[in-house]
């Protein structure tokens, strides 16, 4: 018979940390003041049929956070959590990957043995180094290639899922990781990684510049959106077009008499589109 699913709540919160060896620097064993919640350096929650994430918001310098071989089916409740650095999830009966965008210290996440069919909702971890998603549902090897937005990233376990039993699987993983150091718990060797290379070369290359394109387009949209937010805390608004003067102009009463001068006509023509205003 399947054991029953339990909440997580404060009274299961303090027997674990009281179960937590003393030994264990900074767990800030019970005194008689209570536990200090947020000087907490590491949570271990495993096997307790926990059903869902919750109450860890006192939890603020938690480093490491075990919850394996629990039935938790979404990713909550972490929020607070932003100076974790480790956090194990694997043997949970999660589908979707979620809620965990305040986790930017991560560099660690193990979401082996759940449900997970696509790789999603992961941009914030840029300090991610370790990264297991053994025996879930990734299908296709593409699916995989969401995970070379991370720089840091040279450790990844894929066993288990339909696209590691691909013929072509680990020159695919070689070839478009080449910073990764090891595949499934096993060493990347130079020989692997050359041979990778030079059979997907021509579709490294397309993929390099396509995203060298996308790169260079986001860096563009970051400046345009910083230079009009610059502009607008300064309430000078479309400084660098002819908006500017045409505000300016259009709000002068004593503009119209320009036209009447001869001389001037051609430079009200031209200068809108060519302002050279020094302000």
Not at 30 to 44: F, S, W
Not at 195 to 216: F, T
Not at 226 to 247: I, R, W, Y
Request: with cysteine.
């Amino acid at each position: 018979m399947m054991s029953r699913g339990i909440l997580m709540n404060e009274d299961l919160l303090q027997r674990a940390i009281l179960e937590q060896e003393p030994k264990d620097k900074g767990q800030g064993i019970a005194n008689e003041e209570g536990t200090q919640l947020d000087e907490i350096l590491k949570l271990c929650l495993e096997f307790r049929n926990i059903l869902r994430i919750d109450h860890l918001w006192e939890f603020t310098s938690l480093a490491r956070l075990n919850l394996n071989n629990n039935l938790i089916e979404n990713i909550e409740g972490l929020d607070h959590l932003i100076n974790l650095t480790w956090l194990d999830l694997s043997f949970n009966g999660i589908e979707l990957i979620e809620g965990l965008e305040s986790l930017q210290k991560l560099e660690l996440l193990n979401l082996s043995d759940n449900k997970i069919s696509v790789l999603e909702n992961m941009e914030t971890l840029e300090r991610l180094t370790h990264f297991s998603i053994a025996n879930n549902l990734l299908g296709e090897l593409d699916i995989v290639l969401y995970l070379r937005k991370f720089k840091n990233l040279f450790n990844i376990n894929l066993f288990g899922n339909p696209c590691s039993k691909e013929g072509d699987y680990t020159l695919f993983i070689a070839a478009f990781f080449p910073d990764l150091k090891f595949l499934d718990y096993t060493l990347l060797d130079e020989n692997t990684k050359k041979e990778a290379s030079i059979k997907h070369r021509y579709v490294l290359e397309e993929m390099k510049c396509v995203e060298l394109h996308k790169q260079k387009a986001e860096k563009d949209d970051q400046r345009k959106e910083a230079e009009a937010k610059l502009h607008t805390d300064a309430f000078v608004e479309f400084l660098n077009g002819s908006d500017l003067f045409k505000c300016m102009f259009n709000d002068d009463q004593e503009a119209d008499k320009l036209h009447r001068v001869p001389e001037i006509t051609d430079l009200l023509l031209t200068y809108p589109f060519k302002p050279n205003v020094i302000i």
